[in-house]
């Protein structure tokens, strides 16, 4: 299967949600702070990763990336 991971860096993140209307199935955010929540950190299928490639491409904060 798919052996990437999606690493967050809370510092960076604005809070936007872009994340969660791309993929609302793997990130949430914080009640408190509106900052991003990684529910799914392993996309399980291609379907996952490239819906996981799109948040990373749209955060404006820049505080998502993939790591193999």
């Known amino acids: 299967m798919v ?5 967050v860096d809370r510092d960076r993140c604005v809070g936007a ?6 993929d609302p199935d ?3 955010q914080d009640d408190e702070d ?6 799914r950190p392993e996309p399980a299928d291609d379907a996952e990763l490239t819906r996981a490639k ?3 491409n749209v955060c ?6 993939l790591a193999e």
């Open 3 to 7: 052996n990437v991971r999606i690493v």
């Open 17 to 22: 949600g872009q994340c969660v209307l791309t």
């Open 26 to 28: 793997a990130f949430d």
């Open 34 to 39: 509106g900052l991003v929540i990684v529910q």
């Open 54 to 56: 799109e948040a990373v």
């Open 60 to 65: 404006p904060g820049r505080a998502l990336s």
